[in-house]
């Protein structure tokens, strides 16, 4: 990422995700991204990019299919998230609530930060 310090960003609005999660980034890196252009869906910001326009950070789940002339490259170092489940306590005696959350607690712990 400290190599992009100084790119064209194309970003998700405002308190989306996906933007304060390039902002935290750059921020680390000691700079603000220099946003060029704000878009509201991944293909759009993928469009953009595939233009020559700048370059975007979009989660493995919205790239879709990339343009040939677009590469995908994973964030260095990769960036980790926290996933909360909150449920009132009468809840956990049903079976679906129960079986949800021992799935989430099964599913996380096998999950590398």
Do not use: F
């Not at 910001?45 to 595939?50: E, T």
């Not at 995908?72 to 049903?94: D, F, K, M």
Request: glycine share 6%; charged share 20%.
């Amino acid at each position: 990422m400290s190599e992009l310090v100084d790119a064209s960003w194309i970003s998700r609005p405002q308190r989306s995700t996906c933007h304060e999660w390039l902002m935290h980034t750059m921020r680390e890196q000691g700079a603000e991204p220099r946003i060029v252009h704000v878009v509201a869906e991944h293909p759009t910001q993928i469009a953009l990019v595939s233009a020559g326009v700048g370059i975007a950070m979009v989660p493995s789940l919205g790239l879709g299919h990339l343009p040939t002339d677009v590469v995908a490259l994973p964030v260095e170092p990769g960036l980790t998230r926290r996933i909360y489940a909150a449920w009132r306590p009468e809840a956990a005696v049903r079976p679906s609530a129960r079986v949800t959350i021992e799935t989430l607690i099964e599913v996380g712990s096998t999950l590398t930060a």
